[in-house]
């Protein structure tokens, strides 16, 4: 069954022409038992992946590829957790970056002759070489345990003509947290203390898009480290923590400089932080790059039913606020999913052989075209999507893009919202950042949530 795919002892050069130009032909032989793989992906729909899922199978006639969509992270993890613990499950399925690390037990990692290192290296950006590949072989030899389609990074959303009326001088965000907090103060609106437009979205968990990764970046930034002994032990509650927490609430603060937000400006069944921003309520938020469609058609159905909206070319966006302006000390955090095989297919190799037709560098561009903008995650195609004016700040960030390993995305952002909204409402910051420690020390498992490191 292994040699249902033919690789040639020429690994290296077969991989890095397949990665470019597709697959290697099968040459003549017997036939080839049927295959069937049942692949779980996020998001996209099946008419995005159907042409590169029939190239492959046209190219492979004895491999069938079943596609199932799903649209919710929780619910497509718990259904693979089940059916992995049963023996079943789909051969192919998706995974935020973050969980990739805790749940390494579950996947089976790359031949690695049909997959090399080194050409996995030289072709995929550093943070998948940092969030993928693990030392679990013999002597930890290095394993794959995954490949992105693209990789995103959160970035700074803003209004155009807001910093034309207000900050002509510069006409965008500034590059640095004490740039924009200066930023804030020119464009807010406020009366009485209530907030008519905000300068920037942030400062609370409960009613801000993406808080807790922005939480993460300045965390990150701030030179904090999450975890301890081998990532076994939770260690973020610190002195330089507890500052950043009070930052982060410091702009839904009264009386603070750059106050700019409160727990009403978007209260709960109300208008969201997309459509508060698409009438020009919000100068800045923070996002990742599906953001920018999901604005632009908000503004458009805003217009269709003559109601208040920006410009469509007032929405621009910036590169993640740093803390200094010294290029190596540049930081942003990164959310991506990533494609893997379970551990229990029972043809994983037909499977890692579907993956890597996949992210060759025609069937990425395919895939983007079909998908809409994608930050890439193959190096060769970076300077093209550089070209992109409106999405350049995601391509740039790619070179310093970061994360956190974690054991359960949604049970940390739990802890961590209702830590932040009890910071809110004047809780001690040192003692909430405690109790979340506590909380968050009870999930991770024994052995930690760091794989053997790979010696690359």
Known sequence: MKKILHISIAVFFIFSTLLVTGCKKQQPGPPKPQVTLNYYRLFDDSDTMTPIIKAFEKEY?????????????????????????????????????TWVKSNYKKITPAPSDLIPTEAYQNTFLDIAIQDLIYGTGEKNAPQIYGIPLSIDTLALYYNKD??????????KPGG????????????????????????????????????????????????????????????????????????FTSFAKVGTPYY???????????????????????????????????????IQIAKQNSKPAIELTDVRIANFPQLSTDPNDQLAY??????????????????????RFLVNQQNL???????????????????????????????????????????DDFKFQQIFTNAITKINNGASTSDILKQAQQDINQLIPSDGVEPPQAKL
């Open 61 to 97: 006639p004895n491999i069938t590829i079943n596609y199932k969509k799903f649209t919710n992270v929780q619910e497509l993890a718990d259904l693979v957790v089940n059916e992995i613990a049963e023996d079943g499950g789909p051969d192919l399925f998706s995974l935020p970056n």
């Open 162 to 171: 807001h910093f034309e009326k207000q900050l002509p001088e510069r006409g």
């Open 365 to 407: 561009q395919t895939f983007y075209k079909k998908a809409g903008f994608k930050p890439t995650s193959r190096r060769d195609l970076i300077e093209t999507q550089r070209e992109n004016a409106i999405y350049r700040p995601f391509i740039e960030q790619l070179g310093y893009a970061t994360s956190i390993p974690l054991v």
């Open 334 to 355: 990164s959310h991506y999913l990533v494609e893997t095989v379970s551990r229990t297919s029972k043809h994983p190799r037909e499977a890692w052989a579907f993956l």
């Open 176 to 247: 640095t947290w004490a740039q924009l907090e200066q930023d804030i103060i020119k464009l807010r609106r406020i009366s009485n203390n209530n907030i008519l437009q905000a300068g920037l979205a942030l400062g609370r968990a409960d009613n801000v898009n993406s808080a807790i990764d922005i939480f993460y970046a300045l965390l990150l930034q701030n030179g904090v480290d999450f975890y301890h002994n081998n990532n076994k032990t939770a260690t973020f509650a610190n002195t330089p923590a507890t500052k950043v927490a009070n930052y």
């Open 260 to 298: 700019t937000w409160t727990k009403d400006f978007i209260a709960p069944n109300q208008e969201d932080q997309i459509d508060k921003f698409a009438k020009g309520e919000i100068s800045m938020m923070f996002g990742y790059s599906h953001l920018y469609q999901d604005v632009i058609n908000r």
